[in-house]
Nanobody, 115 residues
Framework: QVQLVESGGGLVQAGGSLRLSCTASGTAFSINAMGWYRQTPEKQRELVAFITSGGSTNYATSVKGRFTISRDNAKNTVYLQMNSLKPEDTGVYYC?????????WGQGTQVTVSS
């Protein structure tokens, strides 16, 4: 059973930055691709970015150039550096394997960007 714990969310003004962290247990972290996802009241949960076991990355068009996903296999942790934040980035951010694994969602971390 994969367990994922997200942290680092908060309230920030537009143009600001946040760094999210997600620590995993119960899985061979280093061999899994990991993803960051977000959910807003208006949309279903969407993929924001993912990183493969080899370190290749891919981003949603809406965050490309502003967000950076990275991982530290020694710490079983995946990060999401979010810069130039916009109000539309507001939502609950979750990490999971990529593709996501049902039943492995953590509690998420709230990101609120004020205009």
């Amino acid at each position: 059973q994969v367990q994922l714990v997200e942290s680092g969310g908060g309230l920030v003004q537009a143009g600001g930055s946040l760094r999210l962290s997600c620590t995993a247990s119960g899985t061979a972290f280093s061999i899994n691709a990991m993803g960051w996802y977000r959910q807003t009241p208006e949309k279903q949960r969407e993929l924001v970015a993912f990183i493969t076991s080899g370190g290749s990355t891919n981003y949603a068009t809406s965050v490309k150039g502003r967000f950076t996903i990275s991982r530290d296999n020694a710490k079983n942790t995946v990060y999401l550096q979010m810069n130039s934040l916009k109000p539309e980035d507001t939502g609950v951010y979750y990490c999971n394997l990529y593709p996501s694994r049902p039943g492995s969602w953590g509690q998420g971390t709230q990101v609120t960007v004020s205009s």
